[in-house]
């Protein structure tokens, strides 16, 4: 098997692994109150009638021909699914919002749609989530393996009537370009790169709404190109200026994930990374451009080093409590904690992955013992997720420390201890489930990660910057 087709095989693995993050366990540590109770839940409340607002009065298309059962069964399955969520427990309550949920819910069931291919299918399903401010929870459509096992096999598929009703906007494509060609560079709208192999035109289509089809691709399986121009590979719902609830068709394989945590910034589509294939890139304007933002995937898990007499340097991948990585971590906590002695330190948190506070609280006590005597300057970016962002809160209540970088990923309230998963009914979708409770203190950072106190430039190397911004102290 070729290795794009060991990829497609390989993919409900990889994504469940990717949505998973590193399980963390937040224990009502100490992460600050930038604004009252009262407030946070008021906001949180007004979002979540804004939503309701715009998913119940969305062009809706029913007919009189009689609802599927399997439609029926999946959506069914898929709330009751969603119920047992902590996150669900904590937000679809009080009259009005769980009237509103529940509304939805008999909007969708009323459907007539019955075909599991159908991306009207897999958007109805998709709204079920988009109340829910948890963007630990993952949901996407299940690929067939038996169509990728060999070429023969393959190249069949490809004549099927599901391979090619794929969903396709019947337009100019040159015309296209054209008119993309020439919105402005900071505009939602316009020509998107996916490394050197596909680009994706981005317009809108009605309000809070837009789709990318494709302009031109090098996507192959078993040497097969797989995409045709014109063929949807990106729809966005706008919920708040610039954040999205977007849906995917995943490169090689061309089924549909759910991405509820989107968002437009620095001329990227940021969290648009496809897990089993080209691990890293997503969706940007800029083709190829020199990445000083985030580190390489391949990067140790553990670094320490001297960067000058007056300046040390501590870089942590993952708070990952796997017996092997614990084991690791501790033997490299013992290794370097008589060694930080100079007066700054850079704690590198880029794409921290996250994982379990049992595990995070030894780098904190670490750092607090350092800080009698120094100052500390915390790294962060989009890749910082769930227990990484808890544990930069953590770090931000201390005494000299700044944190420089982006605003972190905003996927930290809930978690799962566990990576479970769960197929609807109909053996096509597959749900990858939370199951740890939140804490109220972090609703303000779900989805809106927390903020550096200085942005860096993504136009020049991070630690450098540091370096000089400590110099000018």
């Known amino acids: 098997m070729n290795t794009i087709g060991l990829l497609v095989v390989n993919f409900i693995?990889?994504?469940?692994?990717?949505?998973?993050?590193?399980?963390?366990?937040?224990?009502?540590?100490?992460?600050?109150?930038?604004?009252?109770?009262?407030?946070?839940?008021?906001?949180?409340?007004?979002?979540?009638?804004?939503?309701?607002?715009?998913?119940?009065?969305?062009?809706?298309?029913?007919?009189?021909?009689?609802?599927?059962?399997?439609?029926?069964?999946?959506?069914?399955?898929?709330?009751?699914?969603?119920?047992?969520?902590?996150?669900?427990?904590?937000?679809?309550?009080?009259?009005?919002?769980?009237?509103?949920?529940?509304?939805?819910?008999?909007?969708?069931?009323?459907d007539s749609v019955n075909n599991v291919l159908d991306y009207k299918y897999f958007y109805n399903l998709a709204q079920l989530f988009f109340p829910i401010r948890d963007n630990h929870l993952g949901f996407y459509q299940i690929p067939d393996e038996n169509n990728y096992k060999d070429r023969s096999t393959f190249e069949k598929y490809m004549e099927s009537k599901e391979f090619k009703?794929?969903?396709?906007?019947?337009?100019?494509?040159?015309?296209?370009?054209?008119?993309?060609?020439?919105?402005p560079i900071d505009s939602i709208?316009?020509?998107?790169?996916?490394?050197?192999?596909?680009?994706?035109?981005?317009?809108?289509?009605?309000?809070?709404?837009?789709?990318?089809v494709v302009l031109s691709s090098k996507i192959t399986v078993w040497r097969n190109l797989i995409w045709e121009k014109g063929q949807i590979a990106i729809h966005l719902y706008e919920y708040l200026p610039n954040?999205?609830?977007?849906?995917?068709?995943?490169?090689?394989?061309?089924?549909?994930?759910?991405?509820?945590?989107?968002?437009?910034?620095?001329?990227s589509l940021i969290n648009s990374n496809f897990y089993g294939y080209l691990d890293g890139i997503h969706y940007s304007k800029v083709l190829s451009p020199k990445d000083y933002i985030n580190l390489p995937r391949n990067i140790y898990d553990f670094h320490f080093r001297n960067i000058e007499?007056?300046?040390?340097?501590?870089?942590?991948?993952?708070?990952?409590?796997?017996?092997?990585?614990?084991?690791?971590?501790?033997?490299?906590?013992?290794?370097?904690?008589?060694?930080?002695?100079?007066?700054?330190?850079?704690?590198?948190l880029r794409n921290n992955e996250g994982g379990a506070i049992k595990v995070s609280r030894n780098y904190l006590e670490l750092i607090k013992r350092y800080m009698k005597n120094g100052h500390v300057y915390v790294l962060v970016n989009n890749g910082t997720i769930s227990q990484g962002e808890i544990f930069t809160l953590q770090l931000k209540q201390l005494n000299n420390v700044q944190v420089l970088g982006q605003t972190t990923n905003g996927t930290l309230m809930y978690g799962s201890n566990y990576g479970k998963t769960e197929k609807l009914p109909s053996k096509a979708f597959q749900v990858y489930i939370t199951d740890m409770d939140g804490d109220k203190r972090l609703i303000p950072y779900e989805i809106f990660g927390v903020n550096p106190d200085i942005t860096l430039s993504n136009t020049s190397d991070w630690v450098e910057q540091t370096v000089k911004i400590i110099r000018k102290k």
């Open 13 to 110: 693995i990889s994504f469940s692994i990717g949505f998973s993050c590193r399980a963390n366990s937040y224990k009502k540590q100490p992460c600050g109150k930038p604004r009252t109770l009262y407030a946070i839940l008021n906001d949180f409340t007004i979002n979540m009638k804004y939503l309701f607002v715009i998913l119940l009065t969305l062009p809706f298309c029913t007919s009189q021909a009689q609802t599927t059962n399997t439609y029926i069964s999946d959506i069914t399955a898929l709330r009751d699914i969603l119920k047992k969520t902590p996150s669900y427990k904590d937000q679809i309550k009080g009259q009005n919002i769980a009237s509103s949920y529940n509304e939805l819910f008999e909007k969708l069931k009323l």
């Open 165 to 183: 009703d794929f969903p396709k906007c019947d337009l100019n494509i040159d015309s296209l370009k054209d008119v993309l060609s020439n919105k």
């Open 189 to 212: 709208e316009g020509i998107y790169y996916l490394d050197t192999l596909f680009s994706v035109g981005l317009f809108r289509v009605k309000e809070k709404e837009y789709i990318g």
């Open 243 to 267: 954040h999205f609830k977007a849906i995917y068709a995943h490169p090689p394989s061309k089924r549909l994930i759910l991405f509820s945590n989107e968002k437009f910034r620095n001329l």
């Open 309 to 348: 007499p007056d300046i040390q340097y501590l870089h942590i991948k993952h708070f990952s409590a796997d017996l092997a990585d614990m084991q690791k971590s501790k033997s490299f906590i013992d290794s370097i904690k008589h060694l930080i002695t100079a007066p700054n330190l850079i704690v590198d």
